[in-house]
């Protein structure tokens, strides 16, 4: 089965809303990342947090790490339109030599 | 600083024909990831490397896929005999430093292949 799963697969809000995104994952990890992708383009490296961290902030994002539950959340504030996009978190760590294990990615629609 | 850099980035085969995609990691870094993306799926490692060793390749099909990052050059991923099942975005990934220690990996714009 997939390490790092995200929900919901879909989520549509408002400008202006929060988005909030989760992520659980299956084995020890050193840390977990989280990435943007709009459509059809490479990926954005938005945010790392390690396993010894609980929450880290970057601007507008929130992430925090549970690792007794095997699981993160991505908390976008104040959302805008170009926050549209797929976002996926990855694992590092649980099977070694540093390989991303990505979840299938939670797809963000915000509308104007 | 140059990120990231993959060419082509769009690829176009025919069934039974070779595809070859390049990779140029950042400057300084010496550690290199493959990863394949199959439409509306997150991305599945499959190879890493460093330079002139392939580090890890579990996630590589065992027949017609291969992977080289020379001492001179970019790393190169390999598809022989291309078949429809291959057409999926190929992204690259570098970073510094690897081993297990985790460290971010800074990710190419992707070849999109197309196997007709």
């Known amino acids: 089965s997939q390490q790092g799963e995200e929900d919901p697969q879909a989520l549509s809000i408002q400008e202006g809303e929060n988005a909030t995104m989760n992520c659980s994952y299956k084995?020890?990890?050193?840390?977990l990342q989280w990435y943007r992708q709009n459509s059809g383009r490479g990926l954005v490296h938005l945010i790392l947090?390690?396993?010894?961290?609980r929450e880290k902030h970057s601007g507008r994002l929130r992430v925090t790490l549970d690792t007794s539950k095997k699981s993160s959340s991505l908390l976008i504030t104040a959302s805008r339109a170009a926050d549209t996009a797929s976002y996926f978190c990855?694992?590092?760590?649980?099977?070694?030599?540093?390989?991303?294990?990505f979840g299938a990615g939670t797809r963000l629609a915000v509308h104007p | 600083n140059a990120g990231v850099m993959q060419n082509p980035r769009h690829l176009v085969r025919r069934r039974g024909q070779e595809a070859r995609l390049r990779c140029s990691p950042m400057?300084?870094?010496?550690?290199v990831y493959w990863y394949r993306q199959l439409p509306e799926e997150g991305l599945k490692f499959m190879v890493y490397?460093?330079?002139?060793?392939?580090?890890?390749e579990s996630g590589m099909p065992k027949e017609r896929f291969s992977a080289e990052f020379p001492k001179e050059g970019p790393s190169i991923l390999r598809i022989q005999q291309v078949v429809r099942g291959d057409s999926a975005a190929y992204f690259c990934?570098?970073?510094?430093?690897?081993?297990?220690?985790?460290?971010?990996?800074?990710f190419g714009p992707g070849t999109r292949l197309t196997v007709l």
């Open positions: 400057k300084g870094h010496s550690h």
């Open positions: 990934a570098s970073s510094p430093l690897g081993g297990t220690s985790g460290n971010e990996q800074f």
């Open positions: 084995t020890s990890i050193n840390n």
């Open positions: 990855a694992t590092s760590g649980g099977g070694g030599y540093n390989k991303l294990i």
């Open positions: 490397l460093q330079k002139e060793n392939i580090i890890d």
């Open positions: 947090i390690r396993s010894n961290e």
